[in-house]
């Protein structure tokens, strides 16, 4: 296994977001994570990267190192960064926070650049791009981390038809080189054309395994239902506790 989850719980202030959460996840596995608004989504992604730590339950991971794609609408694209800087931020694993980038360095960023379209776009600042390629110059740096496992938060979510398709075969490239891939998603038609494994959540697990079992109405009806159910307000509780 790549990823296990024991009885694991996330949320905020107390009030959790993922309720008592099991989950094993096989290394070089393609997991589509899927469910309703407020179903936990984020918030699981969030955990797993450490951001939030778990009120209950444990994270296990066998994965040497992980790389976490935020959503678009979370980069600051205001801070004055050229393209060729933000993306060499991937090397940080090898050059350390104040490393200097040698010439192999620099050839790898313009690899990754050209891998997702950029090619002579490593002088332009960030803020003076287009969200389709931001996200772009996102994947290049994923590239260069050079991750076991990989987290990505609506990765083709307000892009153009023609990035999400490009970017979705980088996606199956990793999945080809056997690294694990986990990815929310909310375009159905995508997981089950592209996606084998599928998780639904509503706060909760709904179901887990092949994407042809787990997306049938039976239980995306059910996670509607519990996802409208769940009280916010309610405090963390113990499984099975009266």
């Keep these: ?7 694991l719980t996330l949320g905020y202030d107390r009030h959790p977001a993922v309720h008592h959460l099991d989950l094993d996840l096989r290394r070089g596995s393609l997991t589509a994570v899927v469910g309703p608004n407020g179903a936990g989504k984020s918030t699981l992604l969030k ?10 339950g444990r994270i296990d991971r066998t994965t040497a190192r992980i790389a976490y794609l935020p959503q678009l609408s ?3 694209r205001s801070f004055p960064l050229s393209v060729q800087a933000f993306v060499a931020m991937g090397l940080w694993h090898r050059t350390g926070a104040f490393g200097g980038l040698s010439s192999p360095d620099l050839a790898r960023v313009a690899e990754a650049l050209a891998a997702v379209g950029l090619t002579g776009f490593d002088r332009r600042p960030i803020g003076a791009l287009s969200g389709g390629q931001v996200q772009r110059v996102m ?12 987290l990505l938060d609506e990765p083709f979510t307000a892009i153009d038809s023609r990035t999400a398709r490009e970017l ?14 986990i990815a929310v998603l909310h375009d159905m038609e995508t997981v089950r054309q592209h996606f084998p494994d599928t998780l639904l959540m509503a706060r909760e697990k709904v179901a887990h395994g092949p994407t042809a079992q787990v997306l049938t109405a039976e239980n995306l009806f059910r996670a509607r239902q519990m996802t409208e159910a769940f009280d916010d307000t309610a405090p963390v509780c113990a ?4």
């Design 168 to 181: 979705l075969l980088l996606v199956k490239r990793w999945h080809g080189e056997g690294r694990t891939v």
């Design 139 to 150: 994947f290049a740096r994923l590239l260069l981390q050079d991750a076991d496992l990989i």
């Design 74 to 76: 979370e980069v600051d």
């Design 1 to 7: 296994m790549a990823l296990r989850l024991h009885d």
């Design 239 to 242: 499984r099975g506790a009266a």
């Design 47 to 56: 955990g797993l990267i450490g951001e939030l730590p778990p009120l209950e």
